[in-house]
């Protein structure tokens, strides 16, 4: 029988078995099929009712205890006045925000007795005017609504005071014929719809491709491994290959009937209109557009599929499986996500770029700019990386030992340095999802604490996973000593690498751009308004170069060490250190440092020299920060000088090694 022949009968028995499975079905089927009508026949009631509610609500706010309170009440209620005046409001009305009297404003507004409160305060110039200053909460929604009305309540009462004063003097012009400015908007609903839509249709098919798909995977690939269902049809005359490629057809049905659902969706409920949905989903969607989109997800579908093969043939165990399928669920979306991101155009390096090609791709035709000749390349970028996976995926899963779960993936259970090497990606798993949690609630308890409490849940974590199996603290974390040229090469080395990651930074920018928010966020995150010098230093400069050390040199380094070879470890330690960092945009060069400090550590054998490498990569930004002058561009050539400097640092450490212990440095005969 040939291979396409034993893989299309293998496929119709596990199709007809995956048609009795009620979970696979919903998951793959049922959920896609009823999410986007359930979506678009919500949304526009929902729009309808957030609309209604916020023209309904009534703010209230304190006025701070203070000399200039009462002033500062009297020129609130002449705003107040002005505005019933301006919308011909009768005396009785409520207004949308009303006085509510506190004796501590600061407090009522702690514990939401009121949306904000004002504070009156006195200029310090000559005219000696009232400055009120509106406080509220950023994190209540209701707070910061409250803040903006008024602000503009008061802002318009400002301008018809000086608007009387001109008139009073004489200058009778009314304030509309003074520079007019009018704006238009020359886009259409279907435009601004599209773009609004463009930025998350990927995204929402690319997760419900992981569902489904990943529903299967695990039963058909780990579920089997477990049952020992792998080990009969091998017995039974199957090759290895038709088996592979039986489960990469299964898999890649779900993703094609997700893809296909989805897209009917939104020909059906927006192109032939059977969903009333609310303006902001005013997409048009004609029979072109459908069958476009359906064929650029084509080859995204197969990358899918190819990616859960290799990830769910890789686990040895249900269990293990779902602990690698978990980050692929987290990362996926997020990158389908780019169009969300200003400034990215398909129109440019980003064409290149398998899923985020994509997904740009698609907001670029909801958007009505179709460019074929762009479209072209990222269906094909994405295709060969789909192509490349499965390929990938075909050749491991082809040996035994991975295919099935055999005896030579048995670990003594007494053995707990072999436990760790086998378990360690399930707790790194683990700790990433309690550091993206963290991430979100960090901002409630102030940077500082945030910053402060990460890094002593890294160092904890290490400390709990080696003391769990039992392991030696000194020998797992590589707390060893080197030879001392070592030091003098870490100095050289640090700023040249940091000097090489800025222009590797200069060089992902056009596909992984730093939007001006972002630059923002971080710099309040990096460098706090009124931070003291000595909070810097320690929550920068001084716990993460120890406390990720441990964690990622120490502890990871030391359970993949039996794994992966030098070049491996080097690659994956990497790179889990720049997923662990969040920030998709410094993903390269977070990873490229994580890449540089694992090589240090292979080579000296020892996480001190990494330690003292991260602290002084951390802490150039921060003296540069606080004390240097404004720093222009580097020239060209500094990178370069850079990139000898890193090379020749790393030569010295080499020629001083005092290599890693038990690094895995061949495979096993065998395989």
Known sequence: ?????????LYRMELRMLLRDTRAVILSVVVPLIFMPIVLGASSRIKETSEKQAAEKTHTYAVASGPLREQAKELLAQAAAARRDRTNSVDNEELPIVFQDEPDAPEALRNGSVDFYVEAV??????????LELHYREDRPASSAAVDKTRDILLRHRSDIRHKALTDRGFRISRENIVPVLDADVSTLAERSGSKTGRYLTALVLLFMLVGGGSIAADSIAGEKERGTLETLLSAGAGRAAILTAKLMLILTAT????????????????????????????????????????LY????????????????????????????????????????????????????????????????????????????????AWTTTALAAA?????????????????????????????DALFGKRVLRWFAALWALVVLGSIAGSSIGIFRSLVLGQLVFAGAAIVMLRRYKLSLPRALALRPVKPLVWPAVVIGAPCAALVALGLFQLVSPALPLSTESAEDLSKTL????????????????MPPICEELLFRGALLHGL????????????????????????????????LGIVITAVALMTGSVFPGILWHAINNAIPLVAMKYGPALAEPPPWSYAAAAAGLALSLFIIWKSRTPYPDVRRSRPSGE
């Open 122 to 131: 006195s200029d310090q110039n000559e005219n000696a005017a009232i400055i």
């Open 527 to 542: 460098f706090p308004e009124g931070m003291p010098m000595w909070q810097l230093a320690l929550a920068l400069a001084i």
């Open 298 to 377: 084509l080859p995204l579908s197969l990358l899918v599929a190819s990616s859960l093969l290799l990830t769910f043939g890789l686990a040895g165990s249900y269990k293990e499986a779902q602990i690698y399928f978990l980050p692929l669920t987290l990362i996926g979306p997020v990158l389908a996500l780019a169009p969300a991101l200003p400034g990215l155009d398909l129109r440019s390096v980003i064409a290149l770029v398998p899923l985020v090609n994509i997904s740009v791709a698609v907001r670029e035709i909801l958007l009505g700019e179709i460019d074929i000749p762009m479209i072209a390349l």
């Open 388 to 416: 490349g996976i499965a390929r990938f995926a075909s050749r491991i899963l082809s040996a035994e030992r991975l295919l099935l779960s055999s005896d030579t993936d048995t670990v003594d259970p007494t053995d707990g």
């Open 256 to 295: 094609l009937t997700t893809t296909i659902i989805q897209v009917g969706n939104l020909y059906l409920f927006l192109g032939l209109g059977l969903a009333d949905a609310s303006a902001d989903l005013a997409v048009h969607i004609t029979p072109g557009t459908a069958l476009l989109l359906f064929a």
């Open 561 to 592: 060490r039996r794994r992966l070879g030098p070049v491996g470890l080097c690659l994956v330690v990497g790179l889990v250190f720049g997923i662990f960092h969040l920030a998709l945009f410094r993903l390269v060069t977070t990873s490229f």
């Open 1 to 9: 029988m040939s291979l396409f022949a034993g893989a299309l009968a």
